[in-house]
């Protein structure tokens, strides 16, 4: 079946401008997570939802990051003025109840 | 809060040797732990989990863990590799069934002919 999937795959961006992240779970997975991975800090949480209850965020950097799932189904990260340290490679990932986190391809963003 | 420490960054074996990658975790509850495999230019693949039960805990491609609570360890372990299990290995940690992951920082490892 159809695994998690990300989109864009890669996303080159100007300092200072916005830039939305977009994840499509698995089917019927009630968790969605988002995720980072650079260089400097390796594999970092950012946000967790699960079901209807208040997203977990307390991972996300700066006031800057936000993170939305419509419908318990599609999420978007939103990063609002970026900055050069926020490239980095976003991964999303989803999971029913067995608790396995099933991994999308990730969305690399650069920052110049 | 939970952490989690991957002992080696870069662990070179020849083909048919044994490898043994090490994680430690530190945490002050009960923790569930996870080994994922991330080949070059893809996403991560979970290789096994231990959430209770056995702490010998068998994976995909040959892989095997344990969990050894009292050295706070987890380390993978696979009797004979092979060029194709070349990739990066991340050991991760849960507080909660289903709740967020805690990522070591990742060892390499590379098999050669």
């Known amino acids: 079946g159809a695994g998690v999937s990300q989109s864009p795959s890669n996303k080159v961006t100007e300092k200072g401008k916005d830039v939305e992240l977009r994840c499509d779970p698995i089917?019927?997975?009630?968790?969605l997570y988002w995720y980072r991975q650079s260089l400097g800090q390796g594999l970092e949480f950012l946000i967790y939802?699960?079901?209807?209850?208040?997203?977990?965020k307390s991972g996300l950097p700066s006031d800057r990051f936000s993170a939305e799932r419509t419908g318990g189904s599609v999420s978007t990260l939103t990063i609002q003025r970026t900055q050069q340290e926020d490239s980095a490679v976003y991964l999303c990932?989803?999971?029913?109840?067995?608790?396995?986190?099933?991994f999308g391809p990730g969305t690399r963003l650069t920052v110049t | 809060a939970q952490s989690v420490t991957q002992l080696d960054s870069q662990v070179p074996v020849f083909e048919e040797a044994p490898v043994e990658l090490r994680c430690n975790y530190s945490?002050?509850?009960?923790?569930?732990l996870f080994w994922y495999v991330q080949y070059p230019n893809q996403g991560l693949q979970l290789l096994l989990k231990?959430?209770?039960?056995?702490?010998l805990v068998k994976g995909i491609n040959g892989f095997e863990a344990e969990f050894n609570k009292s050295q706070t360890s987890f380390h993978l372990r696979k009797p004979s590799v092979h060029i194709s299990d070349t990739a990066e290995y991340f050991c991760a940690v849960s507080a909660t069934k289903g709740g967020k992951l805690i990522f070591g920082q990742g060892t390499e490892l590379s098999v050669k002919p």
């Open positions: 990932a989803s999971s029913s109840q067995a608790y396995e986190q099933y």
């Open positions: 939802f699960q079901g209807n209850s208040a997203p977990d």
């Open positions: 231990y959430l209770s039960g056995s702490t």
């Open positions: 089917s019927g997975h009630t968790a």
């Open positions: 945490s002050s509850v009960s923790v569930y």
